[in-house]
C-alpha cells in the first residue's frame, strides 16, 4: 500500500496469525463466546442505530454550553473495594472491583464536585509474581457497551501472561465527553500509584494500590481499545507518554481517530459531545487523538477493516500516517473485507495483538 510508507500490513480475510502460547483453549472459548458475542451483537446494533440516527429526533440531545465544554475536570481515588476473587478458566478473577472517585468540574470561578464509583473486572495468571499489565477499553459510541464484552480478550492477554484491568466508564448521553476518559484516567492514575498512599480525595484511609492488590508490575504496562475504547486509549497514551512511567504499547482497532469525517452541522455524534463540530469545535478536537500525536507517544499497533461502516477505514489509515510523520513507531494493518464488529471478533488480530505487547513487555522477564 502506497499511503502507509512504513510498517503496514494488508492482511486477508482469512488472517491467523496467533501462536499457540497466546491462544484461549477451545473448551474455554467455547463456554464465554456464545453469551458474549451475544451481548456484543446486542451493543453493536444499538450503537449502530445511535450513529445513523440524530440525536434530535432520539429526544436525548444533552445541553452543553460554551463554558461547559472548556470546563477543567480533576479527579482524584478516594478509595477501592475489592470482592473475593475466583479461580476460573485457570486465571484469578476479581469482578466488579470498585474504584471510588471524586471528580471535581471547574466552571470559571464556581466548582462542582461529586463522587462515584468506577467499576472494573481484573483477570490475572494464578501466581504471585509481579506481572506487567494491560487496561482494556471497551466500546460502544461511548454511549453503550461494558466490560463483559471484553472477556475473550482479557482471558486471552492474561493466558499470556498479562494482569488485565478492564473498566465501565460513565456514558453518554447522561455523561458528556470527556467523563469517559476522566474515569479511565482515574483507573490509570491509581495503577501508576507506587504505594499505599493518602488520597486527596474523600478518604480516610490510605488507599492500596494496584501493586499491592493485583501484583501488577506498575511501570510496565499497555493500553488497549477498540472503538471507542480506542479513542480512549489512544488518547491515554498520547498524555501518558509525556511523563513517566510512559506505556510501552498501545494497540487501537476500529478507532475514531479524528472527526473529520462528521459534516460541521451534523448532530449525529451530539448524544456525546453535546452538539455538532461547528458548535463546539474544541470539544471534538480535544477528542481527537490524530490530532493530537506527538514524537514521544509509546509505540503503536493500529488495526481496522476496510469495510468498515461504523467508523470509515481511511480514519485509522490518518492516524497511521500522522504518526510516522512525527516520528512514532506504527504499525497498521488492514484487514480486507471485514467489517466493524468481526474485526473485533477477529481472533488472528487478537493473537497478533498479544505477540505485539508480549513483544514490548516480555511477561517472563517482568515476572518475579
Not at 94 to 99: G, Q, S, T, Y
Not at 234 to 256: H, K, M, N, Q, T
Not at 348 to 363: A, E, Q
Request: with cysteine; net charge positive; glycine share 6%.
Amino acid at each position: 500500500m502506497q499511503f502507509c510508507r512504513e510498517k503496514c500490513v494488508t492482511a486477508d480475510a482469512g488472517l491467523n496469525v496467533g501462536s499457540a502460547a497466546a491462544e484461549v483453549p477451545a473448551e474455554i472459548t467455547a463456554m464465554i463466546d456464545a453469551e458474549g458475542r451475544k451481548r456484543f451483537v446486542i451493543a453493536l446494533v444499538l450503537a449502530w442505530a445511535l450513529l445513523v440516527t440524530p440525536a434530535s429526533l432520539l429526544g436525548q440531545t444533552p445541553a452543553r454550553t460554551s463554558a461547559d465544554a472548556n470546563n477543567q475536570t480533576v479527579s482524584a481515588i478516594a478509595g477501592i473495594t475489592v470482592p473475593e476473587s475466583k479461580l476460573r478458566w485457570g486465571l484469578r478473577v476479581w469482578r466488579n472491583v470498585e474504584l471510588k472517585v471524586e471528580e471535581r468540574r471547574c466552571l470559571g470561578t464556581e466548582e462542582a464536585a461529586k463522587a462515584y464509583a468506577v467499576p472494573l473486572d481484573v483477570y490475572r495468571p494464578n501466581d504471585a509474581k509481579r506481572r506487567p499489565w494491560v487496561m482494556m477499553i471497551h466500546g460502544g459510541a461511548w454511549s453503550m457497551g461494558t466490560k463483559n464484552n471484553l472477556q475473550t480478550h482479557a482471558i486471552a492477554f492474561a493466558k499470556a501472561g498479562f494482569v488485565v484491568l478492564s473498566p465501565d466508564y460513565r456514558l453518554a448521553p447522561e455523561h458528556l465527553f470527556p467523563a469517559q476518559l476522566v474515569d479511565c484516567r482515574a483507573l490509570l492514575s491509581w495503577c501508576l500509584m507506587p504505594t499505599k498512599e493518602t488520597p486527596t480525595g474523600g478518604a480516610k484511609k490510605p488507599v492500596q494500590s494496584a501493586t499491592d492488590l493485583f501484583g501488577i508490575e506498575r511501570e510496565k504496562y499497555g493500553l488497549w481499545g477498540y472503538s471507542a475504547g480506542a479513542q480512549l486509549a489512544a488518547l491515554l497514551a498520547i498524555e501518558a507518554s509525556r511523563d513517566a512511567p510512559a506505556p510501552a504499547a498501545c494497540i487501537v482497532g476500529g478507532i475514531p481517530a479524528d472527526f473529520d469525517w462528521v459534516e460541521p452541522d451534523s448532530d449525529i455524534l451530539a448524544h456525546v459531545f453535546g452538539g455538532p463540530p461547528k458548535t463546539f469545535p474544541d470539544v471534538y478536537l480535544a477528542a481527537s487523538p490524530r490530532k493530537q500525536l506527538h514524537a514521544k507517544v509509546c509505540p503503536l499497533l493500529i488495526y481496522h477493516g476496510t469495510a468498515d461502516f461504523l467508523v470509515p477505514p481511511a480514519v485509522g489509515r490518518r492516524f497511521h500516517q500522522t504518526a510516522i510523520d512525527v516520528g512514532i513507531d506504527s504499525t497498521f494493518v488492514s484487514l480486507v473485507n471485514k467489517e466493524h464488529m468481526l474485526t473485533f471478533l477477529n481472533a488472528g488480530m487478537r493473537d497478533r495483538s498479544i505477540r505485539f505487547l508480549t513483544n514490548k513487555l516480555p511477561p517472563e522477564q517482568a515476572a518475579r
